[in-house]
């Protein structure tokens, strides 16, 4: 079996000789050509060290720091998500007090009877399930669970 190597043109890697490890960076021979896996053959996870950033097209990053702080980046807009179980829009922490509830939260492709109560006594810790007897999708951020976004399942 024959694969074709990024950018290579006359070279092939065979399964006599499978790149196992690199000791160099790996990069196309052009800029916006190549793609790793497709919609069908598809890489199951990505490893990365403490202080990592994926880039998505040219306004999205998405960066974790050495203490696990995650950044997500569009534009001028970003959402940090802290290990000490802060929320950030920007420079605003948001937060849920024990016993309250986020109202009049809207989600692109949602209706508000879609996006049910945000509480945060009934909400667990960076978990992303599907409820079956509720029939809804449930995401959960943050070390004391300030954020959560219930919706239906369609």
Known sequence: MDHKP?????KSITTANLLTSVAANILPSV?????LGTSTKRWKSLYLTG???IYLGSNTVIRSDANGNVRISIGSQTLFANVDGTLKLG???VTIA????ITGLKAKGYTQSEINNLNSNAIGIGDILYNSTAD???AWLGANS?????ANVT
């Open 6 to 10: 990024l950018g290579c043109t006359s």
């Open 31 to 35: 800029t916006d050509t190549y793609t």
């Open 51 to 53: 202080e990592s950033s």
């Open 91 to 93: 420079s605003n922490v």
């Open 98 to 101: 024990s016993g309250n509830s």
């Open 136 to 138: 809804k999708l449930q």
């Open 146 to 150: 300030q954020v959560a976004v219930w």
